[in-house]
T-cell receptor
Framework: GAGVSQSPSNKVTEKGKDVELRCDPI?????LYWYRQSLGQGLEFLIY????????KSGLPSDRFSAERTGGSVSTLTIQRTQQEDSAVYLC???????????FGQGTRLTVV | LAKTTQPISMDSYEGQEVNITCSHN???????ITWYQQFPSQGPRFIIQ???TKVTNEVASLFIPADRKSSTLSLPRVSLSDTAVYYC????????????FGAGTRLAVHP
């Protein structure tokens, strides 16, 4: 595709349920990032994948959050037992190896009710 | 990773030049300086990157002094559509690079 694609664009879930957010990066981009952005706030780093290296998970806020990247392409961010404070926009970005020009998707707006 | 400091907000009027300065006192030798722009309800988008001196593209100019401890993003003749949040980042281009965004500068352009 032409850009980074995220799905779903909106997700409403009940507290305690698990959710999966998907990111399709730009083809050939080896770096993939996940961020969380609460209303009116900056981007909170969650996790960074770079090629076949072990992902940098240092930003994941709790063990309820996990992410994987299959075949160096598609990534899934999973939030288990969602809480209301998980409500935010989750943004995915990809870039060529180590390049600081990252391309962002439109995000998934997650609402936990 | 070098930490960056920017003003939280700025106001300007249409047609004016806007300069947003970012401090990065502990920038490393291999670090580049990158600026992103984020409109409401959209993901950030790359606008400009530089290493030293001056870089100009169709959107903005980036001024970097010799000591590289700060940088200034210059937006010429802003319009209402330039209202956005602007983020300054430092990192190593071409290497292992975790992009950390600060709070950014919220620019409001008024008629």
């Amino acid at each position: 595709g032409a850009g980074v694609s995220q799905s779903p664009s909106n997700k409403v879930t009940e507290k305690g349920k698990d959710v999966e957010l998907r990111c399709d990066p730009i083809s050939g981009h080896t770096a993939l990032y996940w961020y969380r952005q609460s209303l009116g706030q900056g981007l909170e780093f969650l996790i960074y994948f770079q090629g076949n290296s072990a992902p940098d998970k240092s930003g994941l806020p709790s063990d309820r959050f996990s992410a994987e990247r299959t075949g160096g392409s598609v990534s899934t961010l999973t939030i288990q037992r969602t809480q209301q404070e998980d409500s935010a926009v989750y943004l995915c970005a990809s870039s060529p190896r180590g390049n600081t020009e990252a391309f962002f998707g439109q995000g998934t707006r997650l609402t936990v009710v | 990773l070098a930490k960056t400091t920017q003003p939280i907000s700025m106001d300007s009027y249409e047609g004016q030049e806007v300069n947003i300065t970012c401090s990065h006192n502990n920038i490393a030798t291999n670090d580049y300086i990158t600026w992103y722009q984020q409109f409401p309800s959209q993901g950030p988008r790359f606008i400009i990157q530089g290493y030293k001196t001056k870089v100009t593209n169709e959107v903005a100019s980036l001024f970097i002094p010799a000591d590289r401890k700060s940088s200034t993003l210059s937006l010429p003749r802003v319009s209402l559509s330039d209202t956005a949040v602007y983020y300054c980042l430092v990192g190593v281009s071409g290497g292992y690079n975790k992009l950390i965004f600060g709070a950014g500068t919220r620019l409001a352009v008024h008629p």
